[in-house]
Every structure is written in C-alpha cells, then in structure tokens.
C-alpha cells in the first residue's frame, strides 16, 4: 500500500544521537519543515532509566545490533546498536569522554580540513552542560547535563590510587582533551537517571513544533536519487495490521544519521556505492562510490577481571565511573600532528567484573578493562542482497593488523601491574582473566584474541575526505549528489581516542551549522 507524497525541507533519517540533534536544531527555524524517521519505538524500554542495569539491555528488543562472524578470530560477536529514538544512547554505557584533542588532529592531515579539535571544540561544547568542570574547554549550557560521579563506588578509589601508584598520570578532567592520564569521567547520568539524545533534545516543548515532525517505526528503503539530486526517501511504516509505503519529498536536503552500519547500508541499498558490489547483489549502481561501507574500525576491547576479597558495593551509577588514556610506552611510532607521541592506551575501572561477554567474570570483583585507541584494523560493510529488509553484512576484521594486538599486549601488562598494587590488597582475593598461570606472550595473546569484545563504538563507513575512497566531503555532502549528506560516527575519517559518544554529539551539532550555512547553496560537492 503507497501512500501519498509529502515535502519537507529536511528529512532526517534515523533517531539515534546524531539524529535527535539534528532534529531539534533544523527545527528551530519555524519556516523549515522538518521529518524525522526512525526505525525503532517512541519511548526507550522502562529499563534504560536505571544506569547499573544497562548490560540487560544488550541483546534485548532495544538493541538491533548484527551478531557477526570474525573471520580474523574466528567466532562471532555481537555488534549492538540501540533501536529506538535516542538510538545508542539508549542502551550504551553512558560513559561521557570526549578524549584526548590529538585524536580529533589527524582529522585533517586525512582529508578532512576544518575538523580538528580546535575547529570542533565550539559544537562540543554547544552540546554540553558539564557540571563542575572548566568552562574554557566545556560547555555551560547545552541540553545534555553530564558530570562525574559524586558518589563514586570505594573500589574505584582503589583503582585510581593503584594507577597511581605504578606511576600513570592523573587527570582532572579526562573530557577536556587536553589531559593525559586516569580519573573520574563524566557520565550520561542526571539525578540518578540515564541521559538520552531524544530526552536531551526532543524535550516536549522541540517535540510541539508545528515544523517537527516524528515517525517512528518506519525503515527507510532507500533515497531517492533523480539525475544526481537527491529528491526524498522511501520508507515502510507499521500501521494498524498492515504496512504502508510513503514516499516523503525533500525541497532541500536528506540528511543520514541511521550510524556507522546503519547509513552505509542504506547508501548501499539505493545504489550508492561501490559499482562492482552493487552489481553483484542485483543492484544497478546510481553513483559508484567505492568507499561506501569501508574503512569500519572500532576500538577492541577487554581486560583483566579480579574476585574481590569483600563485598564491592553495588553503586548507583554505571559501574564504569573512571577512565583515562596514556602513552604506548613501547609503540611510540604513533604520532600525531607535530610528530609528537600520541596517547593511545585506554583503561576503563569497572567496579564490577561481569561487564566484558564473553569472559564474565565472578558475582562479586572489578575489571582493568583497556583498549588501544588508534586501531589499524578495517573491516568493512556490505549487502547480502538488494531487497530493502536484508541484514548488512558486517565484517569487523578485530586484531587482523598486528600492531593492535603488539598494543593491546602492552595494555594488558600494564593493566595486571595495577591490579597488584598495594592499594587494591584489600580488595583482591585472586585474578581470575586471564588467570596468574597464562604469562607467555603466545597464551596472552590467545587469551586477547579470545577475550576481546567490541566497545560499541564503530565509526569510518562513510569518510570524510576528497580521494576517490572518500564518501562525503568536508561540508559532509555525499560525493556524487546534491541534496545528501551524512552527520553521524560513519563520517569519521578514524576513530577518537576516546569514547565516541560526545564525538557524535559534536559532529551533528556541527552538521546542523554547516547546513544553515550551505542552504542557499546548489552546488555539487567536489572532489
């Protein structure tokens, strides 16, 4: 059933993060008619509201993530992605870091001018209410409130101080990014509740605007595209015992925030993207753009799990509630702008040892989790077929390049070296992941191959740049059209050394500058 057409200026698709920013500040405008789609519910799961349950969320309803095989370790791992307006902020671990300013300073030197720290800073902190932190470098006013934890969890204390006492830095502020070293971070957390993008964004009075306009569950089949220009977009829309089909006109842009997996793939299944590929799934391609669904990196993550030797409280906040990044003391060939080193081990302090699938650990402990922030591994995504329903196919490729594990190795030396700190001997009964008999470099590495988990913060499938694998350029325009951009985490030509979340926010609140800036504009986008 095909329903009628409808114009708007805007049509936003996708209600996730970037999405629920976009919506709310092209509607601010009161002579631009703005649609959101969102494939997922209105109103986030009951559960999301409490921040020490969030690991239930995964694999739930909420979560419409891909379950998918990696051929590099050779088992299957779940990639989640929230469902539902607020999308991952709706289900993730609420942890606010924006990370250090040198991994947002290799933006430009690949292909991104105008997207280095300095350049997004403005947008990170339009989108923020930091309490208590440095108002030069945070945001006093934004619509999302984020703050570290006041009541902090004792085994966290604990934590830090054995940091410290192996000689890492500290930090104030690990959200500055101007700080190396281990502290408390802020947290997605406002009197006692989970922070949402839609909650933060799509307030009552945004949601009343006579120019919004919400449609929720509702896929998005593909856009349209009509001599180069992108007119609109397909979607599929669950009615009462029936699904409808509309088509909705775009008088001025379509903008993708469906995320790194999410907008790819629909490019993907409009045509847009690699021309070989399309070919071979049944697709005749409409703009051959090779770098569509390449360039897929995340950070890997795991860490080494303890069984306390007294009860660790159970907290009210996410048990995760300090973080930091450091030097690679022994790969100091990353380098940032300058040539100077680059921070890219992170540690994450969970106060709680069963937050890392598929190594879970005892009832009661904590976890030195850890990542290396500068992952050299790509994967990519494709289609499995050219019907607007079939599943992506994801190929994350974890750890196939072998300086991710030489870092991780690294990271997990230095976690262990933590963890037997005189300041945790209260705490520590025995470690449990690895175990104390896994020593040798061959076993530590099978243990990171098997352990490893995804941090859920996937970015780079549609890149910013101007080579021939590029698929938006600087104003985040896609290559090839008029009338398309893409503002999400895909845009990220790598991935922060941080977590991405406050990255995502800045990124929409930048795209919504730009395109106010760009409106009167119809020129195509140039490589």
Known sequence: MRQAERAYEYIVVGGGTAGCVLAARLSEEPAARVLLIEAG???????????????????????????????????????????????????????????????????????APGWGFDDLLPFFK????????????????????????????????????????VGLPQATDPSSGLEEGLGLHDLAIA??????????????????RDNLTIVTDALVNRVLVEDGRCTGVEYAAQGRGHTAVHTALSAGEVILT?????????LLRSGIGPASHLRDVGLDPIVDLPGVGANLHDHP??????????????????????????????HTEYLGPGGRPRPTLQFIMFSNARHLPPYFGPENGYTIAF????????????????????APLVEPRYLSDPRDLDSMLTNLRIAREIGAAHALDPWRLREVHPGPEITGDGALRDYLRDSYCPYWHAVGTCRIGTDAMAVVDPHLRVHGTTG????????????????????????????????????????????
Not at 258 to 266: D, E, K, N, R
Request: negative net charge; aromatic residues 4%.
């Open 41 to 111: 519910p209105e109103e986030m799961p009951e559960a999301a509201v409490v921040p020490h349950t969030w690991t239930n969320l995964i694999g739930s309803p909420a979560d419409c993530g891909d379950l998918v095989f990696d051929e590099t370790t050779n088992r299957s791992t779940l990639l989640s992605r929230g469902r539902g307006l607020g999308g991952s902020t709706d289900i993730n671990g609420m942890v606010f870091v924006r990370g250090h300013r040198s991994g947002y300073d290799v933006w430009p030197d690949q292909g």
């Open 126 to 165: 339009r989108s923020e209410n930091a309490i208590g932190r440095d108002a030069a470098v945070r945001g006093t006013d934004g619509p999302l409130t984020v703050r570290a934890a006041a009541d902090h969890n004792p085994v966290t204390a604990a934590l830090l101080d054995a940091a410290r006492e």
């Open 191 to 208: 009197r006692g509740c989970r922070v949402t993008a839609a909650g933060a964004y799509l307030t009552p009075e945004v949601r009343s």
């Open 258 to 266: 469906a995320g790194t997996v999410g907008s790819a793939h629909l």
């Open 301 to 330: 993550l795991t860490g080494v799990s303890y069984e306390a030797a007294q009860p660790v409280p159970p907290g009210r906040n996410n048990h995760a509630e300090a973080s930091g990044i450091i030097r690679d003391p022994e």
């Open 371 to 390: 990542s290396v922030m500068n992952p050299k591994s790509r994967g990519a995504v494709r289609l499995t077929g050219p019907a607007p329903d079939s």
């Open 484 to 527: 398309l951009r893409v503002a999400d985490a895909s845009v990220m030509p790598s991935v922060p050394a941080a977590n991405t979340m406050p990255a995502v926010y800045g990124i929409a609140e930048r795209a919504a500058s730009l395109i106010a800036a760009d409106q009167y504009s119809t020129a195509a986008p140039q490589r």
